[in-house]
T-cell receptor, first 115, second 112 residues
Framework: NAGVMQNPRHLVRRRGQEARLRCSPM?????VYWYRQLPEEGLKFMVY????????ESGMPKERFSAEFPKEGPSILRIQQVVRGDSAAYFC?????????????FGPGTRLTVL | GESVGLHLPTLSVQEGDNSIINCAYSNSASDYFIWYKQESGKGPQFIIDIRSNMDKRQGQRVTVLLNKTVKHLSLQIAATQPGDSAVYFCAENSYNTDKLIFGTGTRLQVFP
């Protein structure tokens, strides 16, 4: 069974460019979560999505960040007009069911570097 | 606000010794706790979890202890091996929420 897949693994962007991060959940999982990790820190929740719906975006910055999980295809985390402070590792997780007590399986992450 | 924090940022142990990693949490409503292991350049890997109706749970070489009175969580690793070297995070959740709240992490270094 393939785990959670993320691509690209490394992404370099210049200030002002757009970054698109992709996440394919595990087979049979319809719940996707995005987390951000700054160096030497823990992961911070950003957004929780189900197919075609954003369930909880309480951790998303108000501007420049958006996420989607279309009916077909991977979940996309989009960062417009990137700034150096966006440099971080972005992790996607998926689960089979919703609610607590459901194990979230993490992907390998995308490391975004903004020059 | 809600937070999950760790007492020790770095823990160095000798191969074969037991390791204890601690975590404090502040949200009394949390009732599900998970320990993750993160190796360099990789995503967090599930180690063990515990619900608030338990105070101890054992896995293979690992034990998690939960003290709800003082809001404290610990991970014990028996006979620590070089492959255990990583950053360990505790995370909390509750039944009616989906997001995990992570602590800042403890780096475990195993030396021969």
């Amino acid at each position: 069974n393939a785990g959670v897949m993320q691509n690209p693994r490394h992404l370099v962007r210049r200030r002002g460019q757009e970054a698109r991060l992709r996440c394919s959940p595990m087979k049979g999982h319809s719940h996707v979560y995005w987390y951000r990790q700054l160096p030497e820190e823990g992961l911070k929740f950003m957004v929780y999505l189900q197919k075609e719906n954003i369930i909880d975006e309480s951790g998303m910055p108000k501007e420049r960040f958006s996420a989607e999980f279309p009916k077909e295809g991977p979940s996309i985390l989009r960062i417009q007009q990137v700034v150096r402070g966006d440099s971080a590792a972005y992790f996607c997780a998926s689960s089979r069911n919703s609610g607590g007590y459901n194990e979230q399986f993490f992907g390998p992450g995308t490391r975004l570097t903004v020059l | 606000g809600e937070s999950v924090g760790l007492h020790l940022p770095t823990l160095s142990v000798q191969e074969g010794d037991n390791s204890i990693i601690n975590c404090a949490y502040s949200n009394s409503a949390s009732d599900y706790f998970i320990w993750y292991k993160q190796e360099s350049g990789k995503g967090p890997q599930f180690i063990i979890d515990i619900r608030s109706n338990m105070d101890k749970r054992q896995g293979q070489r690992v034990t998690v202890l939960l003290n709800k009175t003082v809001k404290h969580l610990s991970l014990q690793i028996a006979a620590t091996q070089p492959g255990d070297s990583a950053v360990y995070f505790c995370a909390e959740n509750s039944y009616n929420t989906d997001k995990l709240i992570f602590g800042t992490g403890t780096r475990l270094q195993v030396f021969p």
